[in-house]
Every structure is written in structure tokens, then in C-alpha cells.
């Protein structure tokens, strides 16, 4: 393949805008290319000498950033933080990965090219400097990111990569979940609920023994056991973006798995037979985006950001005519996650695509928005579904086992390191990171780095934030503090969003990564050292932090909350409970600022208190709980650097539950 040059840049935009704030714009890009960029400069008196540029997981659009508000404004934090702001589409369409594009485009060319010509831009704007320049970004973006950082010199100056996988990511960490959700699906609301605050601590009692292995391998491959609050919306992520690439990779591992000892499809007595189907249907009525059809807990969500980590995998959304689900005359009697669908009769016939599940009578697509080819389906087509392939797939990490420097595959391997089961040919995860990042990370990077990373995310399991550390220890050696961070954030899920699901189990981390990206630059430009890295140990592929804000590190505060001094109370109704909040901040990061309280487990936090800002902080509320039945009070507080309790950038979230039983 030939790789494009990026030699000449253009420029088609240059004009000034006062929304969302006054800002000069200019847009351009790169002749005989498909690279585009947007630059948004800030009045002169705000503007600091630095700029801040977005990487998204996969190329995207360069005019995300406009549309962000809140936490996710981009655009409005890189002008609080005294920078312009840079988005790029990542190279266009000869930057997404396939067989017949330059991974190094999408990877860190594209990007580099941009952030280059944007210094030429901005001493247009600012007079003659060099700006600081800073690259962040998040699960793919990280990856890119890396690749930024390892495969460039003097175009950035410090990097986040944030919520990051490690080269054995994908798609592993997807399989290995996907095999827990179809053995534990039934059993989930009793793990969740010995693992709440006050509950039993056992989460395997009461499984059987395929149940409780299941649950046993995917939390040592570093699931967060605590996650599963979520697994009746949390689907199976970006795996249908990879299982067409593994299918075509690796064709002969699908046709193995049911025959060749070693793989559990060629077990009789596994229940993977049970949950098996092949069956041919008719389609009743095919259901479109504009329709708003109710799809259960495949449902879109109503609010997600532009370009973020949870949703930029699954293409450009948005438009009406796309198909949702299409209606069958009949549908299997197994409730498990994904399928492939093929059209077999009618204007479509031949058409293929992947399910996300059934919900009732209603086959769920998988991204919808890339199944273009469904267009032509109408009733009375035929259909033929079977989801074999995607069973298979559950198990194929195990078949996958990688160098001891991944110690959750240990549980695969016999005494001597060997392999336990039979093993693929090829490793097939470093060629997706490759794709990703235009090479495999490996830890050897200019500059300085803050690695963000969330103890409850499903997607990026946290040990292999921990993975690339050591990957940055081996090379800088006893210099790695000079250059290296790595903050773990409590309570936080994979997705870069301020608005949380499930609100009294989890906070936005997006303050977080403000602070790392301002810390970045005061460590850059004024040799200040931000925060140290958060302290943990890894124990059996958990990230396990200290429980105390002053031994744990890192910027984030640390919440606990009692009711009636404990973490249960169990009382009558009409009992007035006594419910403790304690705070505390680590050493240099922050002061609390704001106190949020959810006393009745609603989702609603009823409590919203300003205090003055302090470090260490012991407040009580009293709550009277009238309705028997348990519910969970909450305490949700935050802590930002300037002691600013209304800015939405820098504030920096924590939360706490204690368990309520309450007796008739």
C-alpha cells in the first residue's frame, strides 16, 4: 500500500463564532487525503500557549466536539484549561481499519499531521510560540493514543490515554463475559446482591458447579465482581464489531469447537447444547428507528456522547430509517446474547447480520446503523438464525493463552506454563491493538503520561492499566516517576459520560481526566509533579486499592457511609435512622466541595449541599424509613482543585452506600 503524505494542508473555514462560547474557527485538511480537522481557538486573554486534541476509539467525524455540553464539552474544557481545542476525523475513511488501509494512519499519522499544522495555525492566531501540546483518549482512543506517544517525537508533549485495554483486550475480555452472562443470567440479582454493602460477601452460594465456575473464571480474568449491577442493559459491548474479523481470521476455530476434545462444544455435558439453536423463521414486521419501538434491555440509550468510548464502535447513529429489530412468526425459547440472522428469501435474500438477542418476538440488530443491507427486508421474508458460532466464541480465550506476562491466563495453564486446552495458531488480540494503534503498545514513549483507569470497568478490565505500567517501567526504570502516572478512579464504569445509568452505584471519571490533563501540563510547563499514581496491589486480576484516601493516592476522594454505624441497619418500619458520611481527600488533590445525598435509593439525590471547602469532612443526616422493604442510601461527593463547587471541569466524584432492611 502506498501511505498518503500529508504535505500540503488546506485550509476551507476560518471564521469567528460565538457559540457555544466566542471562539475563532478553522477547519482543513490535507490534500490527496482524507484527513479533516476542526481548531477551535480561544479569545486571546484566556489562551495559555497550549492545546488539547480528542482521540476517539475509531475515526470519526472532526465536528463531534460542537454539539458536547456539561462534562463533556470539550471544547469548554480546553478553553478553562487555557488551550485550544483540536478534533480530527482520524484519517477518514483511509484511516478505518481493514486489509487494505495503513493502520499508522488512523493509528498516529493522521493525528500528528493535524497537531503539527495546528501550531502553524495558532501562531497565525497568538503571535510567534509553541504551543504544549496534549493527546488524550479513551478504550481505542487509548490505544491510539500509545501509538501517538511510542511512534512520534516533539509533536505532543504529555499524553492521557484513558480506560485502556492492554495487546490481549480484544476480544477476550468480551468472550470471557459473554460466557459468565449465559451461564450466571439467571442467577445475577443474588451475586449482585451478596455483593452490596451489608450483603452476604458469598456471591457463589447457591450456584451450582458450572454456575459457580463461570463465575469464579471470569472474575479471575479480571471482571469486576462488584460490576454486575449492570448486566441487564450491558449486552455485549463492541464484540460484534470483532467477531466478523475472528470468524474470518480464524474460521476453523467455529468448526473445531464443536468437534475437538479440549473445547467445551465438544463436552456432551455441557450445557452449551442446551442454549444452542438453528432454526428458520418468517418475518412478521420490520422495525425502524423513527418507530421507537420498545426493545427492552437492548434499548438504545437516550443520551450518549458524541464520539465517546461506549459508543463510537458502533458508526454514525442517528438516522430514522435504520432498523432496529425485525418481527418473527417465531423466535427460540433461550433468552441467551447474540446470533447471526441470515435473509433467505425475498429482495434482501442473502443478506447477513448479527443479533444482539431477542427480546419477546423482536430479533434485536446489532448495530443497527452499519447493517445497511437490511433495507430490502419486508414481512413474509424467510429467515435462518442460529447463533452457534457466537457460543463458540465465548470460549475463546481460553484457547488464546498468551506469555506469563498475563497472569490472568494462568488459570489455563498446567504446573510447567504449558497450555491446559488446545491452543489457535495465532494469537489473534495484537493484531486488533496493531490495527488500533498502527502498532502494539509496548510501553517505550516520549514525554509524560497519566494513564486514567476505573476499577469498575467491564470493558477495560482495570489490571491491564497495571499491564501497561509495567510495560513503562521496563523501559524508563528508575526514572519512571518522572514520566509516568497511573490514577484509578472508584465507583467509575468504562463509558466517558456525565450521565450515569445507574447513579447510585457509579460516577462520571470525566472529572478525573480534567484533572490528569491539567496536572499533564503544570508537570510539562512548570516541572510540577502531579499526584502520585494510586496505590494498589493485584491480587488474582483485581486491582485491590487501600481503603484510606491518604494510603490509596491518586486525586480521587474517599467516601464511607454507615446507617446506625454499620453498613446494614436492620430496623422496623417508621425507625428514624442515623446515617454517617466521611470524607476524606488524598495529600495535594482537591478540596470537597459538595455533598450530594440520595436517602432513599431512588436515583434521585434529594440532598444537594454546598460546604466550605476542607479536605476531610464527617457529616450526619437523619432519615425515617416509614415502607418495609431494603434500599440502599447513598452519598455522592465531590472535590475540584480551585475549590470551584459550580464548574463542571476538574470536579472530581466519589460515592458510598449502606444497606436499609426494613421490617413491617
Not at 110 to 128: C, F, I, P, T
Not at 445 to 469: H, N
Amino acid at each position: 500500500m502506498t501511505a498518503p503524505a500529508f504535505d500540503h494542508p488546506y485550509i476551507d473555514v476560518d471564521e469567528q463564532r460565538d457559540t457555544p462560547r466566542p471562539h475563532r474557527y478553522v477547519h482543513g485538511g490535507f490534500t490527496g487525503t482524507d484527513t479533516r480537522f476542526s481548531l477551535y481557538f480561544p479569545p486571546p486573554e484566556i489562551y495559555q500557549g497550549r492545546f488539547f486534541q480528542h482521540i476517539t476509539p475509531v475515526p470519526e467525524s472532526e465536528h463531534l466536539a460542537q454539539s458536547a455540553t456539561g462534562q463533556e464539552d470539550r471544547i469548554g474544557f480546553a478553553f478553562s484549561a487555557g488551550g485550544y481545542f483540536l478534533e480530527t476525523n482520524g484519517g477518514g475513511t483511509s484511516g478505518t481499519p481493514d486489509g487494505a488501509t495503513d493502520p499508522t494512519i488512523a493509528g498516529y499519522r493522521a493525528n500528528a499531521a493535524a497537531a503539527e499544522h495546528s501550531r502553524v495555525m495558532a501562531r497565525q492566531v497568538y503571535g510567534d510560540h509553541r504551543p504544549y501540546g496534549y493527546a488524550y483518549g479513551g478504550s481505542g482512543g487509548a490505544f491510539r493514543t500509545m501509538g501517538c506517544a511510542e511512534n512520534t517525537e516533539g509533536v505532543w508533549d504529555g499524553f492521557v490515554p484513558y480506560v485502556p485495554g492492554s495487546p490481549m483486550a480484544a476480544p477476550n475480555v468480551f468472550s470471557v463475559r459473554m460466557h459468565a452472562q449465559r451461564l450466571l443470567r439467571h442467577q445475577f440479582d443474588r451475586i449482585v446482591d451478596a455483593v452490596e454493602p451489608g450483603g452476604s460477601g458469598d456471591p457463589h452460594a447457591g450456584l451450582t458447579a458450572e454456575e459457580s465456575a463461570a463465575l469464579t473464571e471470569v472474575t479471575r480474568m479480571g471482571f469486576p465482581i462488584r460490576s454486575w449491577f449492570g448486566h441487564r442493559t450491558m449486552g455485549t459491548h463492541a464484540f460484534g464489531t470483532l467477531y466478523p474479523h475472528i470468524v474470518v481470521a480464524d474460521p476453523g476455530y467455529f468448526e473445531e469447537f464443536w468437534t475437538t476434545p479440549g473445547h467445551l462444544g465438544a463436552d456432551p455435558d455441557s450445557s452449551i447444547h442446551r442454549d444452542r439453536f438453528r432454526f428458520d423463521s418468517t418475518v412478521t414486521g420490520v422495525l425502524l428507528r423513527r418507530d421507537a419501538p420498545d426493545l427492552g434491555p437492548f434499548g438504545e440509550p437516550p443520551e450518549a456522547p458524541q464520539g465517546g468510548v461506549d459508543e463510537a464502535f458502533k458508526g454514525a447513529s442517528g438516522e430514522g430509517d435504520a432498523v432496529l429489530a425485525l418481527r418473527l412468526a417465531s423466535v427460540p425459547d433461550t433468552d441467551t446474547l447474540g446470533a447471526e440472522l441470515t435473509v433467505t428469501s425475498g429482495a434482501a435474500s442473502g443478506a447477513q447480520l448479527r443479533l444482539k438477542g431477542f427480546w419477546h418476538d423482536l430479533a434485536v440488530v446489532d448495530m443497527p446503523d452499519t447493517e445497511h443491507s437490511l433495507t430490502g427486508v419486508r414481512p413474509g421474508d424467510s429467515v435462518r438464525v442460529d447463533n452457534s458460532n457466537f457460543l463458540a466464541a465465548q470460549t475463546y480465550h481460553r484457547h488464546q493463552v498468551p506469555g506469563p506476562e498475563y497472569p490472568v491466563w494462568d488459570q489455563y495453564r498446567d504446573a510447567t506454563g504449558a497450555p491446559l486446552l488446545p491452543q489457535r495458531p495465532f494469537l489473534i488480540a495484537p493484531l486488533f491493538a496493531a490495527a488500533a494503534a498502527g502498532h502494539v503498545p509496548g510501553g517505550k514513549f516520549t514525554g509524560k503520561m497519566i494513564v486514567v483507569s476505573c476499577l469498575l470497568d467491564r470493558e477495560a478490565f482495570p489490571w491491564q492499566a497495571d499491564w501497561y505500567r509495567g510495560r513503562a517501567a521496563e523501559h524508563f526504570g528508575d526514572a519512571l516517576d518522572g514520566h509516568f502516572r497511573l490514577w484509578y478512579v472508584d465507583n467509575a464504569l468504562h463509558a466517558d459520560a456525565e450521565r450515569q445509568e445507574h447513579p447510585t452505584h457509579t460516577v462520571s471519571y470525566l472529572g478525573v481526566l480534567h484533572e490528569a490533563l491539567r496536572s499533564l501540563a503544570d508537570w510539562v510547563e512548570k516541572d510540577i509533579p502531579p499526584a502520585h499514581s494510586t496505590r494498589y496491589e493485584i491480587r488474582d486480576g483485581h486491582v485491590v486499592v487501600p481503603d484510606s484516601a491518604t494510603e490509596r493516592g491518586g486525586v480521587q476522594p474517599v467516601a464511607r457511609i454507615t446507617a446506625d454505624g454499620a453498613q446494614r441497619a436492620d430496623v422496623p418500619a417508621g425507625t428514624r435512622v442515623t446515617l454517617t458520611a466521611n470524607v476524606e481527600c488524598p495529600p495535594g488533590a482537591g478540596r470537597i466541595v459538595r455533598v450530594q445525598w440520595d436517602l432513599d435509593g431512588d436515583g434521585t439525590y434529594e440532598v444537594d449541599e454546598v460546604v466550605d471547602p476542607v479536605t476531610r469532612l464527617t457529616l450526619e443526616r437523619h432519615h425515617t424509613y416509614a415502607e418495609p422493604g431494603t434500599c440502599f442510601a447513598t452519598v455522592r461527593v465531590s472535590t475540584q482543585r480551585d475549590a470551584d463547587p459550580e464548574t463542571p471541569f476538574a470536579r472530581i466524584d466519589n460515592l458510598a452506600r449502606a444497606r436499609i432492611v426494613v421490617r413491617d
